[in-house]
């Protein structure tokens, strides 16, 4: 779902639409039905006006930094007030009354107890009880408002969980870095859906964008046992499936690879259960390291795994023989590479149309099915170029028509965006989405979020598991519902 509260974007282009008094609908495009976006631009217009502009509460409440300085032990209210200004960096004042006035209310609420001395002074005793424990978990838990305000409050929830026993601050960042991929989904979605028909939304889409990924953490970590309540997805049992989705095309059950022996094995993967249905693209993210390439390669059939089970086309790869395998890559299998890898001396036709005549399909037949692909992506009138004369987006087409072309049911793709400037990155994943929209599973690797937004699902891989992923992007009427606020 969207934002709750817009940015500064999207209010002058609601204003600008308001202004030049235009329709909430879509009519400037003939046959085209309302989009969900002008539908609620009235009521994004309302809410900005009426909230965001006076939006003026605090981002971190007290009554949950008290309650993590409680979870380390007894304290008093004095000394609450020091440690919270010492913790902060001393420069967040708090007033001694605001420490106990939260302190009381804390008491009321079941979530702190006072002890029995009956002294009301300076010296009278708090701790934190179990539903005080329950409820500083859960805030830590919850995505960050988005609001942009002048306190960082991811910033504050991970100061607080570094002194909160038993807590992992991998997943209180994990958390807020799922929240946001599922926001870049949404908007993506609008984008591909929209934006094509509206340069104003088209700039409104991408600012958002930008502005989400600048906020993304750059780590992953464990998910949080106790995650925000409707957000993410379980790391067992069945995993989510978009809408429509057909029979799966890749299935990873507790699939594990192992590398070297004694002192110097090296775990790149650990039972990791995966499942991708035709038309779907799920992006894998992690930190360097993680098992993001191995899990390709064993996807591809270029590796056994250690253990596990891995199909392909509902094949089973344990047992099968090398010729086997080499026929399921060629016929059913498609890979995109960071670095293109076309050959030099073929030109871009020559380069798409190889696989299917290594696999004998008859050389018109195959030329032909090359071509057909490259006119699908655009590179009609660069079929008879070899790679060195086409650019880095070209060429990373040519890779894509290759992966696709014939009746390629899989495709693989590590880093497919990494040698390509902003503007083709973005068209390569439009592309690779497009394939997934004609049939095709797709498992695209990347480092990169807003990249990443262009699929239908995000795994996030450390140290060889999947310790997160999203949940299946909402339809348009997500529009309408308020996004989760810390906190509440």
């Not at 507790?254 to 259960?273: E, H, N």
């Not at 030099?344 to 037949?365: C, M, Q, S």
Request: net charge negative; proline share 6%; aromatic share 4%.
């Amino acid at each position: 779902m969207l934002p709750t509260y817009p940015s500064q974007l999207i209010k002058i282009y609601i204003d600008s639409c308001l202004s030049m008094r235009a329709e909430v609908t879509s009519a400037s495009v003939p046959g085209r039905a309302p989009s969900a976006i002008r539908l609620v631009a009235r009521l994004y217009y309302t809410q900005y006006h009426s909230s965001h502009d006076n939006w003026s509460c605090d981002v971190v409440s007290v009554r949950h930094a008290l309650l993590a300085l409680l979870s380390e032990g007894p304290k008093y209210g004095l000394q609450l007030r020091e440690e919270f200004e010492a913790r902060t960096g001393e420069v967040w004042p708090l007033n001694v009354g605001q420490v106990y006035t939260t302190l009381q209310r804390l008491e009321r609420d079941g979530l702190a107890e006072s002890d029995d001395s009956g002294d009301d002074g300076p010296q009278k005793g708090f701790r934190i009880t179990d539903d005080g424990a329950a409820e500083l978990a859960r805030w830590l838990r919850t995505p960050p408002d988005l609001a942009s305000p002048p306190r960082d409050e991811l910033v504050m929830k991970v100061l607080v969980a570094v002194r909160v026993p038993g807590t992992d601050v991998h997943s209180v960042i994990q958390v807020h870095r799922r929240y946001l991929v599922e926001l870049m989904q949404q908007w993506t979605r609008i984008k591909d859906d929209e934006a094509e028909f509206d340069l104003g939304l088209a700039l409104v889409v991408d600012a958002e964008l930008f502005r989400l990924e600048s906020g993304a953490p750059a780590g992953c970590g464990p998910v949080a046992a106790a995650a925000a309540p409707g957000r993410g997805a379980a790391m067992s049992g069945p995993e989510p499936a978009r809408g429509g989705a057909g029979s799966s095309v890749l299935e990873l059950r507790g699939v594990s690879k192992t590398y070297g022996q004694g002192a110097a094995q090296v775990r790149a993967l650990s039972g990791v259960d995966l499942s991708v249905a035709e038309g779907v693209m799920v992006a894998v993210m992690g930190p360097s390291g993680s098992g993001k390439s191995t899990l390709l390669t064993i996807a591809g059939s270029l590796e056994e795994p250690t253990s596990g089970q891995v199909r392909v086309g509902g094949m089973e790869l344990a047992g099968m023989s090398r010729n086997a395998r080499a026929r399921l890559r060629r016929r059913t299998v498609g890979y995109v590479f960071q670095d293109f890898n076309l050959l030099p001396g073929l030109t871009a036709a020559e380069n798409v149309a190889l696989p299917l005549e290594l696999d004998g399909v008859p050389a018109r037949k195959a030329r032909a099915a090359g071509l057909a692909a490259l006119d699908g992506l655009g590179l009609a009138g660069r079929a008879a170029r070899f790679p060195d004369e086409l650019s880095g987006g070209e060429r990373q087409r040519v890779a894509i028509a290759r992966a696709v072309v014939g009746e390629r049911r899989l495709l693989l793709a590590d880093e497919p965006s990494g040698a390509l400037d902003s503007v083709n990155a973005e068209e390569v994943m439009r592309l690779l989405h497009g394939a997934c929209k004609r049939g095709v599973a797709a498992v695209v690797v990347t480092h990169d979020a807003q990249l990443a937004s262009w699929a239908d699902r995000v795994v996030f891989l450390r140290d060889g598991r999947i310790v997160d992923q999203t949940a299946p992007p909402l339809g348009p009427e997500s529009l309408l519902q308020p996004a989760p606020r810390s906190g509440q």
